[in-house]
């Protein structure tokens, strides 16, 4: 079946750092990439996407990038705060609602 | 805003006891309704997603036996039984438009299913 692979499963940086998350998938037919946060604790609520027609988005601090040879995206979060500290999870965009696995992004003071 | 009301939002199962959940759509802009599970790892599994009033699903995963059901417009419900495992069930609502898989998902606050 289809995959999405999250590779970093955890994350650290220093306050004011950038953090970048990498998700590769296998559909080839994918064309929406959302990305969600989960505080702890908590649910889960969408933070950022990107549509295969474009190749960068920027939403604040957030940064999504995707490279359709390389079947690959990733999300950049710059000048990180502690507030960022989070899972957080890519979706492939397939048909097969496939989530990454999750990447725990700790921001250090 | 809240667009999803999703109860009960943490319940102790009994072993071999079936527990019904229920997730009441708020905003009829985002009509498709779906289950997702988390399992005690983070992991998150797509279950269901169901769209018209009388649609009915089930599936069987490691852990737990699910059945889904699109009450109304507004009502979705969700029995677990044979839970082995505890998890977290997420309720979602999303537009419509090319196809689910092409929106943002909008998530419950869940619920947590402990095993007793």
């Known amino acids: 079946g289809e995959k999405v692979e999250q590779h970093e499963s955890t994350l650290s940086v220093r306050e004011g750092d950038s953090a970048v998350i990498n998700c590769t998938y296998t559909d080839t037919a994918s064309s929406y990439f959302p990305w969600y946060k989960q505080e702890a604790g908590k649910s889960l609520h969408f933070v950022i996407d990107i549509r295969s027609n474009v190749d960068r988005k920027q939403s604040q601090r957030l940064i999504v990038l995707l490279d359709k040879k390389a079947k690959r995206f990733s999300l950049h979060i710059t000048a990180t705060q502690p507030e960022d500290s989070a899972i957080y999870f890519c979706?492939?965009?397939?048909?097969?609602?496939?989530f990454g696995s999750g990447t725990q992004l700790t921001v250090m003071p | 805003v809240t667009l999803l009301e999703q109860n009960p939002r943490w319940r102790l199962v009994p072993r071999g006891q079936a527990v019904n959940l229920r997730c009441i759509l708020k905003n009829s802009q985002y009509p498709w309704m779906s289950w997702y599970q988390q399992d005690l790892q983070k992991q998150l599994q797509w279950l269901f997603t169901l769209r018209s009033p009388g649609d009915k699903e089930v599936k069987s995963l490691p852990g737990a036996d699910y059945l889904a059901t699109r009450v109304t417009d507004t009502e979705l419900r969700l029995q677990v039984a044979n839970m082995s495992q505890g998890r977290t069930l997420y309720c979602t609502c999303?537009?419509?438009?090319?196809?689910?898989?092409?929106?943002?998902?909008?998530f419950g606050h869940g619920t947590k299913l402990s095993v007793l």
């Open positions: 999303s537009a419509g438009g090319q196809g689910i898989s092409n929106e943002r998902l909008f």
């Open positions: 979706d492939s965009g397939s048909w097969q609602l496939i």
